[in-house]
């Protein structure tokens, strides 16, 4: 059984204009209690900010009112909807990041999925998969 990227998607991806402020940026992160933004001009994904963007711009003196895009990445790692979970996390390992950014085939946008969501179903497989397997009995003590 094979997972995709597109299944494990939680919500609709939260974007952020790249002209809001790095407060408001934390602040939306915050209330949709997400750990990234996906930085968008118009419909084209420009940039990702992270949680720990956030806290390398305030832990350097950042004006929090500078627009976002300031301390977003530019280089956004993105996956397939129609990727499996182990490719989603081959790249967030080899990339040492904690979120993709999942697109649909005619290039949309689709969602943001985290190493979170790739470990839960990942746990959930295996524990599926072991309930499954028949238990081996135990043999009878032998009586001479």
């Known amino acids: 059984m094979s997972i995709t990227t ?8 939260i974007g952020i204009a790249p002209n809001k402020s790095i407060k ?3 602040s ?3 209330k949709e209690n997400i ?5 968008l001009d118009g419909n084209k994904v420009i940039g990702v900010v992270s949680e720990r963007d956030i806290m390398k711009a305030v832990a ?3 004006d929090l009112n500078d627009p976002v895009i300031n301390i977003a990445s530019k280089r956004v790692i993105t996956i397939n909807e129609d990727e499996n979970i182990y490719r989603a996390a081959e790249l967030m ?3 040492n990041v904690r979120h993709l950014v999942v697109m649909g085939r005619d290039g949309s946008l689709r969602g943001v999925i985290s190493i979170r969501d790739v470990v839960g179903e990942t746990v959930r497989l295996r524990i599926l998969a072991e309930s ?4 081996q009995e ?3 003590p032998h009586t001479d």
């Open 60 to 62: 350097s003196g950042a």
């Open 138 to 140: 135990e043999p009878s």
């Open 93 to 95: 390992h080899g990339n």
């Open 6 to 13: 597109k299944q494990i998607i939680k919500k609709q991806p």
């Open 24 to 26: 408001e940026a934390a």
């Open 132 to 135: 499954t397997v028949p238990k």
């Open 35 to 39: 750990g990234l933004l996906v930085v």
């Open 28 to 30: 939306l992160m915050a």
